[in-house]
């Protein structure tokens, strides 16, 4: 009942920034939380930021100050605002959500820093 669609990756040089985007097909309101993981080649899936429906985030620590996770509720969008992009931030993207008792996952957007 929940269908989440990643956009806005590519390829960027270190230092610059990429926007982010995971349409929902419900209003994200009732998606709470969601949240933004990344999988590089060969690594596991790790966290990378969470917004709740009150507005609170969270980030990992990899990327706290760089990165900013937030909504847009009439749009039904969450973003991801990366700047200061390094290559080690070079993974695919996810957005992800809990509801109705399981997880929801986007396709994934790909992000491709160089240095």
């Known amino acids: 009942q929940v269908q989440l669609v990643e956009s806005g990756g590519g390829l960027v040089q270190a230092g610059g920034s990429l926007r982010l985007s995971c349409a929902a097909s419900?209003?994200?309101?009732?998606?709470?939380?969601i949240h933004w993981y990344r999988q590089a080649p060969g690594k596991q899936r790790e966290f990378v930021a969470t917004?709740?429906?009150?507005?609170?985030?969270n980030y990992a620590d990899s990327v706290k100050g760089r990165f900013t996770i937030s909504g847009d509720n009439a749009k039904n969008t969450v973003y991801l605002q990366m700047n200061s992009l390094k290559p080690e931030d070079t993974a695919v993207y996810y957005c992800?959500?809990?509801?109705?008792?399981?997880?929801?996952w986007g396709q994934g957007t790909q992000v491709t820093v160089s240095s």
């Open positions: 419900r209003n994200i309101f009732s998606l709470n939380p």
């Open positions: 992800n959500t809990m509801k109705f008792g399981r997880n929801y």
């Open positions: 917004i709740t429906s009150g507005g609170s985030t």
